[in-house]
């Protein structure tokens, strides 16, 4: 409870100095006493949700370029003075955010299998976690010397950890290994040619590009292997102080998956460390959503359907009993044919992508 306090109060203050007012300005901004702002200021007392919620909807935030909710309250990350001096074009945002040379290294992915392949009984199988292995690196593009990041990388359709652990070390020992490719592009070259033969050892290697868009960064790769297309999307992440980028969470959609060739979109997880943690942990970062559907009117015409089809021999039912039998087996198979076929409905937040950021740097090994 008292992290809650200190939470709200260390934002309240970073709001109260981003906006340059002092408490009696703050507290008649609020709507509050001043007795009760210093309270709030002072970890002392906590603001009920009302006063919260009125706190986030104070108009001079908006007109200053600031947006927030409560989840933003409670964030240890909460930073209203540099989020205004961007809306307002005071500070250079490619010194904000990481710069697209740092996303060059070696990664491990974490997802979700989304095979639907049925084993000898028929039944399906379940979705577990992957690994696969993406490796990011810098190439010279033509006459001009333009400077392109390529990617490669291999997703296994197994369990298989300690493959992808491994690949990523071999991958880790070429890749850092000569400290003269920033000066020759021909040790750049011959580097370049070594992760994709050893990536190449792996299991359907896709090839491709990284681009960026704004702050957004596009990994687009394609297996001939598999005939597939896929494209992972990736925040280009603040920089809070990190030598480089070491990781996020981002969605990824492929046009055939492997084997089963059909549609899939998921989220992913790129980290340059193995994470240490449990499966089990991993899980709910890579969680998908499916639609919640309710069909009470079909539900009905099915029942009135099924009256005059079965009359009189169904017993112990009454007509709402059948309706809402019914309605919840329509509901079942409906979500049951989504999950099985459809892609599902998600989407990742910036706040998730830190949350993952800080989740990876927990896992390096000092």
Same mark, same amino acid.
């Given at each position: 409870?008292?992290?809650?306090?200190?939470? *709200? #109060?260390?934002?309240?203050?970073?709001?109260?100095?981003?906006?340059?007012?002092?408490?009696?300005?703050?507290?008649?901004?609020?709507?509050?006493? !001043?007795?009760?702002?210093?309270?709030?200021?002072?970890? !002392?007392?906590?603001?009920?949700?009302? @006063?919260?919620?009125?706190?986030?909807?104070?108009?001079?935030? !908006?007109?200053?370029? @600031?947006?927030?909710?409560?989840?933003?309250?409670? $964030?240890?990350?909460?930073?209203?003075?540099?989020?205004?001096?961007?809306?307002?074009?005071?500070?250079?945002? #490619?010194?904000?955010?990481?710069?697209?040379?740092?996303?060059?290294?070696?990664?491990?992915?974490?997802?979700?299998?989304?095979?639907?392949?049925?084993?000898?009984?028929?039944?399906?199988?379940?979705?577990?976690?992957?690994?696969?292995?993406?490796?990011?690196?810098?190439? *010279?593009?033509?006459?001009?010397?333009?400077?392109?990041?390529?990617?490669?990388?291999?997703?296994?359709?197994?369990?298989?950890?300690?493959?992808?652990? $491994?690949?990523?070390?071999?991958?880790?020992?070429?890749? &850092?290994?000569?400290?003269?490719?920033?000066?020759?592009?021909?040790?750049?070259?011959?580097?370049?040619?070594?992760?994709?033969?050893?990536?190449?050892?792996?299991?359907?290697?896709?090839?491709?590009?990284?681009? &960026?868009?704004?702050?957004?960064?596009?990994?687009?790769?394609? #297996?001939?292997?598999?005939?597939?297309?896929?494209?992972?999307?990736?925040?280009?992440?603040?920089?809070?102080?990190?030598?480089?980028?070491?990781?996020?969470?981002?969605?990824?959609?492929?046009?055939?998956?492997?084997? $089963?060739?059909?549609?899939?979109?998921?989220?992913?997880?790129?980290?340059?460390?193995?994470?240490?943690?449990? $499966?089990?942990?991993?899980?709910?970062?890579?969680?998908?959503?499916?639609?919640? &559907? !309710?069909?009470?009117?079909?539900?009905?015409?099915?029942?009135? &359907?099924?009256?005059?089809?079965?009359?009189?021999?169904?017993?112990?039912?009454?007509?709402?009993?059948?309706?809402?039998?019914?309605?919840?087996?329509?509901?079942?198979?409906?979500?049951?044919?989504?999950?099985?076929?459809?892609?599902?409905?998600? #989407?990742?937040?910036?706040?998730?992508?830190?949350?993952?950021?800080?989740?990876?740097?927990?896992?390096?090994?000092?």
């Amino acid at each position: 409870m008292a992290d809650i306090y200190n939470r *709200i #109060s260390t934002s309240l203050n970073k709001l109260k100095s981003a906006m340059g007012w002092n408490q009696k300005e703050f507290a008649d901004k609020w709507g509050v006493s !001043t007795g009760a702002l210093n309270y709030y200021l002072n970890a !002392t007392r906590l603001p009920d949700l009302e @006063l919260l919620i009125n706190l986030c909807g104070i108009s001079d935030f !908006t007109k200053a370029g @600031l947006e927030f909710g409560l989840d933003d309250l409670l $964030d240890e990350d909460f930073d209203p003075e540099s989020t205004i001096k961007f809306k307002r074009g005071l500070i250079n945002t #490619s010194a904000l955010y990481v710069a697209h040379e740092d996303f060059i290294g070696n990664y491990l992915c974490y997802f979700n299998d989304q095979s639907d392949i049925a084993d000898k009984s028929g039944k399906k199988k379940r979705r577990e976690l992957r690994f696969g292995v993406l490796s990011i690196f810098d190439d *010279i593009d033509g006459v001009t010397a333009k400077r392109t990041l390529k990617v490669a990388a291999t997703f296994y359709k197994e369990d298989d950890r300690s493959k992808a652990i $491994d690949l990523k070390d071999e991958l880790d020992r070429i890749h &850092f290994n000569d400290t003269a490719i920033d000066k020759f592009a021909g040790s750049r070259t011959e580097r370049n040619n070594a992760i994709v033969a050893k990536m190449s050892t792996g299991s359907g290697m896709y090839k491709g590009e990284l681009t &960026f868009s704004g702050h957004f960064a596009f990994i687009d790769i394609v #297996s001939e292997a598999y005939n597939d297309k896929a494209l992972i999307i990736l925040y280009v992440p603040p920089k809070n102080n990190q030598a480089n980028y070491i990781g996020g969470i981002g969605s990824i959609a492929s046009v055939s998956h492997g084997r $089963d060739h059909t549609p899939s979109a998921q989220k992913i997880i790129l980290s340059k460390y193995e994470l240490v943690c449990s $499966d089990q942990d991993v899980a709910p970062y890579l969680n998908m959503s499916y639609p919640n &559907f !309710t069909q009470e009117d079909d539900g009905r015409a099915i029942s009135e &359907f099924c009256s005059k089809l079965y009359s009189g021999e169904i017993k112990g039912l009454d007509e709402n009993d059948k309706i809402t039998v019914i309605q919840n087996r329509i509901n079942k198979i409906i979500k049951d044919y989504i999950k099985d076929n459809l892609c599902c409905a998600s #989407s990742v937040s910036e706040m998730e992508d830190a949350k993952v950021y800080k989740l990876i740097s927990s896992s390096i090994k000092k």
